[in-house]
């Protein structure tokens, strides 16, 4: 959880956004992919049937660690 909300915020800095604004535009990219998913996208653990984005962040990362 931590580690997610340093990534919005180096984002969000880098971008010159809120916190807020990158979680949404995340968030809208999360739906538009899951409008039909790929193998990658139905690999995320998630309660739901499209992924939080701290889901998708959380298994993001334990990709590229």
Do not use: C, H
């Amino acid at each position: 959880k931590f580690m997610n909300k340093n990534i919005y915020k180096i984002i969000a800095q880098k971008n010159g956004v809120s916190i807020k604004s990158v979680k949404k535009e995340i968030e809208k990219a999360i739906k538009f992919a899951y409008q039909d998913p790929n193998l990658y996208a139905q690999s995320v653990p998630r309660k739901n049937k499209i992924p939080t984005v701290d889901e998708v962040i959380a298994f993001s990362l334990t990709k590229i660690k």
